[in-house]
């Protein structure tokens, strides 16, 4: 008999028939294990809290058969408070959605996956503040997340200086192609085409996002305008340097626009 004991994050799942599901499971070190688990609709299955899409918990896999069957699996942390709203789990979806794609890239990257489970302990926790409201803060984890997940594949832009002169003043551009901040007078020159404008309030978030450690990359206020402009430019840098698009992420846009 082959048996997997891993730790992971359950992705997703499909409904197999009126009673199994076939899970998908992200572990370091391992990468995605698709594993099916037999009566697991019933409320009173020994495993169902545990297999709870963004659960992270420890799994006993059977493989000896090809497809993988959960033999057992026990809760490490639920992030219980995802599921007390709609747009905590949109961007939990995303999250997850994300990870199941980058997969490959970050298997045995053990940092990312603890920031992985960070960010979703953060979206549990999120709340209103007294400057920013629910959905401010969830568009800034989702900034977060997918800045640091592409510079985590080797797209660290540089932010404080130009890309084009090598000039710290007056960078006022950010181009999302390239990568990198521009200062004015390149992009008067017509020197960065795809450039779009920044505030310095932006280019500091972004250059903390980029440069903290990851345990400390969440610990920053920014005004809801920076946070919505950074959100914006965030999403496009990352499809374009990682030629990845998520349908989690419109149904999160559209859920904090109250039209889903």
């Known amino acids: 008999m082959s048996i997997t004991k891993a730790s992971g994050i359950v992705l997703k799942y499909c409904n197999m028939n009126d009673n199994d599901r076939l899970f998908t499971i992200f572990c370091p070190g391992i990468g995605k294990i698709s594993a099916l688990s037999k009566g ?3 409320h009173k299955h020994k495993d169902f809290a545990a297999l709870q899409p963004f659960c992270y918990s420890d799994f006993v896999i059977d493989t000896s058969k090809g497809l993988g069957y ?21 961007l939990a979806s995303y999250i997850t959605d994300l990870l199941s794609s980058l997969a490959d890239e970050v298997v045995y990257d053990e940092e990312f996956f603890r920031f992985t489970l960070n960010t979703l302990f953060m979206i549990s926790k999120v709340t209103d503040t007294a400057k920013t409201t629910l959905a401010d803060e969830l568009l800034k984890l989702k900034a977060i997340y997918e800045l640091r997940a592409v510079s985590t594949c080797g ?4 932010m404080n200086s130009c890309i084009c002169c090598g000039s710290a003043k007056e960078l006022e551009y950010f181009d999302i192609y390239s990568g990198g901040a521009v200062c004015k007078s390149c992009c008067e020159k017509g020197l960065a085409p795809e450039a779009v404008p920044m505030t310095e309030s932006m280019r500091q978030m972004m250059a903390y996002i980029f440069s903290a450690d990851s345990k400390l990359v969440f610990k920053f206020s920014a005004s809801p305008e920076a946070i919505k402009a950074v959100s914006e430019i965030s999403e496009i840098y990352f499809a374009n340097k990682l030629e990845i698009v998520s349908a989690q992420l419109e149904y999160f846009k559209n859920i904090l626009n109250g039209i889903a």
């Open 40 to 42: 697991i609709r019933s």
């Open 70 to 90: 959960v033999s057992s699996a026990q809760i490490i942390e639920n992030f219980y408070d995802i599921r007390t709203s709609v747009e905590k789990m949109s």
């Open 155 to 158: 797209y660290m832009p540089d």
